[in-house]
């Protein structure tokens, strides 16, 4: 006999299903669909309980003392009463299937708070071979506290259409949803937003995203309430907190330590305070990776108080910077330059280190394998995380840091002694003003500045004449180029300007100590080499998306020392002429997605120290004619490497 108070599996079903109604209904009047979706689903909910009361009163029932004859006697008719159940629940199946086909994308969402593993298992679903192959696009990105809408509606563009024309770095807000749905329309898509702080946000995105059948939409977010509002009718996982035994399996992996030492009941302790978040405990295991005395990790246990569960993880996050050796602490504080939830390149980061003489070579290595070396440790302590992997390896292509870390200070005393910023610029009027407060910090020698909102025009003032001291700088906005630009910067050595320039012209000279260039999204209208080949020290130089002409002229005695060039998307680019004398000393060599591009430059036979040739995405007649046999062969085949790649 069954105890009264333990629910069937049929009352705990009504029970879930009048739950998950009263839910749906309740929001019903931010769409009128709901409501009406609401309204068909109930009325299936009755017809399957009018379905579940009839077994139970003609099929399921059993007289008491009925004899087994009586059973047979009875058995033809239950089978009939089975069959017209059968024709019932085929035509609730029919209605269910109908609804869901007037109810196409699904909004999943992953809630909780910081540390619990949100977007892990996000990437984990996102990055599943199964996952990639049963959707037509995919897109993955990260909300910051302070959305920028066009960058992530063109983030998410670029994702889910390799062949995006270059219009949309010039559409606003409204053009760019319009060209979302209508490339994702028809499609089955799968869009993660990584991190939504508030229902605006998604408010603002959601009409971008078609209602395809199939399509899924994944948020991650600290906040319940947002995860209801995108989508009260679908999934919300909430991860759990790690067990303790859990949480000391997952800190035995991340310290490189046997399940059962002499180390586990001190472990255990620590575990314990670490209160079940898997951020916190990963973290930990990167400190004790080092460490294998007891005295050691009781040190180590002394310096993690027991607290709220968001404030564990901000513990545990300075403790392992103040376990960083001593070379690696610059370092790491200077991923703080770059903006929330970015994806940071490995190259461009490792360049910039290099620059500012944070990493040194070493015996054997070169200075880049040297930062590579020091990311890779970095990683190695959980400090950082990998946000995309190189093509067939291990090592990351794409870092970020942990979103508990917070380098954001109000101190003006801090800024006395700054030496690298970046400086998120408010827009007033058609002017920026540079923040008063960091007046003291015109000596530093790197600066980023980044708009708030990276559609706004031109930075006609930003450049302040006291920046003299100037080695790093990096533009992220339409510019202007002003007469004075070189002269105030004399000793910049990196500069990596992104946006347009005022009238498509780049300045008459750069500053002439720069040793690297980075130029994007400039689409100049005349050739820039002419200019920049002028520049004697430079050593690396990389144009995307910089050039809209068709002819361009490295000419002789150009580019002196240049080591290293990359040139990609100048899809109008025709025809591109090396001159002998021309790039004497360069060494490795990209060209990436220059459809119109006909040839290599005939004058590459010149470039003796050329050690590495890279085509990436060319077509493939192009690639024709550097191969063995081909038209460009004779050009190229003294150059010890050449890869070529394409989708």
Not at 14 to 40: M, P, R, T, Y
Not at 96 to 125: F, H, P, Q
Not at 470 to 488: A, I, S, Y
Not at 507 to 524: A, E, G, M, V
Request: charged share 30%; proline share 4%.
């Amino acid at each position: 006999m069954r105890h009264p108070s333990t629910r069937s599996p049929i009352s705990e079903t009504s029970c879930i299903e009048e739950k998950f109604l009263n839910i749906a209904d309740s929001n019903h009047n931010q769409d009128s669909g709901i409501g009406i979706w609401v309204s068909d689903v109930r009325e299936i909910a009755y017809d399957v309980d009018d379905v579940i009361d009839v077994f139970l009163r003609k099929v399921a029932y059993k007289e008491e003392g009925e004899s087994s004859f009586m059973r047979y006697v009875h058995k033809p008719k239950k089978i009939l009463n089975i069959n017209k159940l059968r024709k019932k629940m085929e035509t609730i199946f029919s209605k269910l299937e109908d609804i869901s086909k007037r109810r196409k994308r699904y909004d999943v969402s992953i809630y909780g708070m910081g540390g619990l593993g949100k977007t892990t298992i996000a990437k984990e679903v996102y990055n599943h071979h199964i996952i990639k192959n049963h959707f037509d696009c995919y897109a993955w990105t990260s909300i910051s506290q302070q959305m920028s809408t066009r960058e992530v509606l063109k983030e998410i563009i670029r994702e889910v259409n390799t062949q995006a024309s270059t219009d949309i770095w010039d559409m606003n807000e409204v053009e760019l949803v319009r060209n979302l749905f209508r490339f994702l329309g028809g499609k089955r898509y799968l869009v993660v937003l990584d991190d939504v702080w508030n229902t605006t946000d998604w408010d603002i995105l959601k009409p971008a995203f078609p209602d395809s059948r199939g399509s899924k939409v994944m948020l991650s977010t600290r906040n319940e309430e947002i995860a209801i509002h995108a989508d009260p009718m679908s999934f919300h996982l909430k991860p759990r907190f790690l067990t303790d035994n859990e949480g000391w399996e997952l800190l035995c992996r991340k310290a490189l330590i046997p399940l059962s030492s002499d180390l586990e009941e001190c472990g255990r302790r620590m575990v314990k305070k670490c209160g079940g978040l898997p951020l916190a405990i990963i973290v930990l295991g990167g400190i004790l990776q080092s460490k294998r005395s007891l005295g050691e990790w009781e040190n180590v246990s002394k310096k993690i108080g027991i607290s709220g569960h968001e404030s564990r993880v901000l513990s545990i996050l300075s403790l392992s910077y103040e376990e960083l050796p001593y070379h690696l602490k610059p370092l790491f504080l200077y991923l703080g330059l770059f903006p929330e939830d970015s994806n940071i390149r490995v190259k461009k980061l490792v360049r910039m280190w290099m620059v500012e003489r944070l990493i040194i070579e070493q015996k054997g290595e070169t200075i880049e394998e040297v930062g590579r070396q020091c990311l890779d440790e970095l990683i190695h302590r959980c400090m950082v995380q990998i946000s995309e992997k190189r093509l067939g390896e291990e090592r990351a292509k794409t870092c970020r840091l942990h979103d508990k870390i917070d380098f954001s200070s109000s101190s003006s005393s801090v800024f006395l002694k700054l030496r690298r910023c970046a400086i998120h610029v408010e827009e007033k009027g058609k002017q920026y003003v540079f923040p008063k407060h960091l007046t003291p910090c015109l000596q530093l020698p790197t600066a980023i500045f980044i708009p708030k909102d990276l559609s706004t025009k031109y930075c006609p003032n930003i450049m302040h004449k006291d920046f003299k001291s100037l080695k790093v700088l990096e533009f992220q906005c339409e510019l202007k180029p002003e007469k004075e630009f070189c002269g105030v910067v004399r000793k910049l050595k990196n500069l990596h300007l992104s946006g347009k320039f005022k009238k498509g012209k780049l300045p008459s000279q750069f500053p002439s100590n720069l040793i690297k260039l980075t130029l994007d999204y400039t689409y100049f209208s005349e050739d820039p080499m002419p200019t920049l080949e002028k520049l004697q020290h430079l050593l690396f130089l990389k144009l995307y998306d910089s050039y809209l002409g068709k002819e361009m002229v490295c000419s002789a005695k150009g580019f002196p020392k240049l080591q290293n060039l990359q040139i990609g998307y100048s899809n109008q680019l025709e025809e591109w002429t090396v001159e002998e004398g021309a790039m004497p000393c360069l060494t490795k060599c990209l060209i990436e997605d220059c459809k119109e591009l006909k040839m290599v430059p005939q004058g590459f036979r010149f470039l003796i120290m050329l050690q590495e040739l890279k085509i990436f995405y060319m077509p493939k007649s192009f690639e024709q004619r550097v191969k063995e046999g081909g038209e460009d062969w004779q050009t190229v085949q003294h150059i010890p490497s050449i890869i070529i790649y394409s989708e």
